[in-house]
């Protein structure tokens, strides 16, 4: 898991709406992906060691956490992963971020 998405996945969702974008000044942060208004998927080095460091830049921001906890996609989201990079690679298109390839459980 940690090898294909290039670490590990935080899940932050926030009260209403927030720029996410200072998390990059993070240096545990490697991506940034919006899912929706207030939900949010962070690709750091170590969940577990790196959610405190991102929940207090999420709440030095000024908005209030609703839930922050470590997201571990299913083998079948791995997968679809690998194979849209792969497809990526032999330039037969795709486009689609991880977080597209990676579906939210239900």
Known sequence: RRSALN????Q???EGEW????????????RLHR???GRYWVVVDN???DTPDVMEA?????????????????????????VRRETESDGG????????????RR
């Open 35 to 37: 899912l929706a208004p």
């Open 12 to 14: 932050v969702e926030v």
């Open 58 to 82: 999420v709440r030095s921001s000024g908005v209030d956490v609703v839930s922050i906890r470590e997201y571990r996609p299913s083998f079948a989201e791995v997968f679809a992963t690998l």
């Open 19 to 30: 720029d996410a974008r200072q998390l990059h000044n993070l240096p545990v942060v490697r």
């Open 47 to 49: 969940a577990g060691r």
């Open 93 to 104: 298109g795709g486009g689609a971020s991880d977080a597209i390839a990676l579906q939210l």
């Open 7 to 10: 670490g590990e996945v935080v």
